[in-house]
């Protein structure tokens, strides 16, 4: 009975990390659609948007969202001069929807999640429900219910549940059903992953780049995370929070030949990287992070282009999602996958860096 309410709270944070990682996606397609069911505030403005305001879209980690203006406003942000996300809208039918069928979905999670079920619960088409489903969150209804499932598992492994517990209390019908997809939902076992990679052995090293700090670090089978950033310490925290069970070890040598190569890349003498990777991926993410890097040095792609490659032409947002999941900045070039006019989008290590690889690529190439 004592830890029944720890249960409840990992149960809520986990929903809310994919709840949110759905609402900046659609602040990235700058949808514009009525009730929004939510605001997002910028902390370094100290301003809150509607999802579709025009304005410059800001760096992730400094994005928190409120359900409600008042809460935002609570919370000491005031509100965007250009979107006036204080003054009311008329109620969207579709995020009504959209908000309805989340609930539901959360609700049961310990069984299947089918388009029937829901339509007769919205009273709306299978048919309408998936397509709504996909134009929000880029994602179909199950695909949201499976996030749902493996964020709840992480949560519970790290917070040091036996591997059975945590699968059924995260909504898993059976071991068998997720021991199958755990090599492409969490690139290892799921009793590796709680014990937080332990038995890994991962060389790391942070070097000043033309574009800031740059942290690399890799194992034995190749490169497992590059990130950008201007303070050493954060990067090399993210790092060790990933990986918080394995053997991390500073090792300059080591990784020579790889830093050499991004660093040459990145000046703009070695146009063309092909560095091995030990990434952890969903399969649909090892897809779309394939067809990336496929894109040639000075070109770019949008993210409908990448979804119609893969053969999912409807699923740009998800592939937008991917793209900001992406561990290993510059050798899977995220940063070629811009809007349908161009526009260079969201970035995970910041919308200046990709303006400037943009740049510079596109000199390069002349």
Known sequence: MRGRPLYSVSMQASSQVVIDEARWQVVLAREVCGNERFVYAVRSTGVYCRPGC????????????????????????????????????????????????????????????????????????PYR????????????????????????????????????????????????????????????TPATYRRGGRGMDIAFTTVHSPLGRLLVAGTERGICAVCLGDDEEALEKSLAAEYSEATLRRDNSKLRLWVLALISHLSGK?????????????????????????????????????????????????????CASNPAAIVIPCHRVVREGGEP???????????????????AKL
């Open 54 to 125: 025009p304005s410059r879209r800001p760096r992730r980690d400094n994005v928190l969202f409120f359900p409600l203006p008042d809460a935002a406003e609570r919370a000491g942000y005031r509100p965007c001069l250009r979107c006036r996300p204080e003054q009311p809208r008329a109620v969207s039918p579709q995020i009504e929807m959209i908000h309805r069928a989340c609930h539901l979905i959360e609700e049961r999670l310990d069984q299947p999640v089918t388009l029937a079920w829901l339509g007769e619960e919205l009273q709306a088409s």
């Open 129 to 188: 429900v998936e397509r709504t489903f996909q134009r929000f969150l880029g994602i179909t209804p199950r695909q949201y219910a499976d996030a749902l499932r493996l964020e709840r598992l992480k949560t519970n492994l790290r917070g040091h549940c036996d591997v059975t517990s945590a699968l059924y209390e995260a909504g898993y019908g059976s071991s068998r059903s997720l021991y199958e997809r755990a090599p492409e939902q969490l690139g290892m």
């Open 270 to 322: 070695e146009p063309h990287l092909d560095l091995p990777l030990d990434v952890r991926a969903t399969a649909f993410q090892w897809r779309v992070w394939q067809e990336l890097r496929k894109i040639p040095y000075g070109e770019t792609r949008s993210y409908s282009q990448i979804a119609k490659a893969i053969g999912q032409p409807k699923a740009a947002r998800a592939v937008a999602n991917a």
């Open 345 to 363: 989008g969201g970035y995970r290590w910041g919308a200046e860096r990709k303006r400037a690889l943009l740049a510079r690529e596109s000199l």
